[in-house]
């Protein structure tokens, strides 16, 4: 990637750590693009069969924003009642659909919403990520979000930020609440 790019340059930003606020700082871009016209598309690889806040409102951003809820849950947790063989295929239709949108170019800004913990948990490969972000056009940029980001993506990445949990509720046995946490 240039090190002196035009303004017009896309850029690959990380969002990981174990804090809270990755997929919100992803949307918090998103909703800026989409105040300068820019077109957003949103792909989530791991969250999928909960309810969020955030897909409601949402939907209240299209056309200018479009979100792919490819995911089958979050992995290994109580009521994960999938193979890991249907979270692999899933992760990787979701991969496809990031591929296909990207060659569409129809989208500015295109956000990976946990992949990186995707690929932390061996549901994708590194090495599919990292093909993305080398054949991404200059214009378009990604946003990868979730734990654990792989030090090679972190490498190519433009802008990273590492969410760090300093206080959380659910250590002291408060549930997670409507509109706050999803």
Sequence with gaps: MDKEGSSQDGMVIVYTGNGKGKTTAALGVALRAIGHGLKVCMVQFIKGEWHYGELNSLKKLEPDFELIVAGKGFIGIIDDDHAFGEHVKAARTALNIVEQKISRGLFDVIILDEINYAVNLGVLKLEDVMNII??????????????????????????VTEMREIKHPYKKGIRAKKGIDF
Excluded: F, Q
């Design 134 to 159: 080398h054949k991404r056009p200059k214009k378009v940029s990604l946003i990868l979000t979730g734990n654990h980001a792989c030090e090679e993506i972190i490498s190519l990445a433009d802008l």
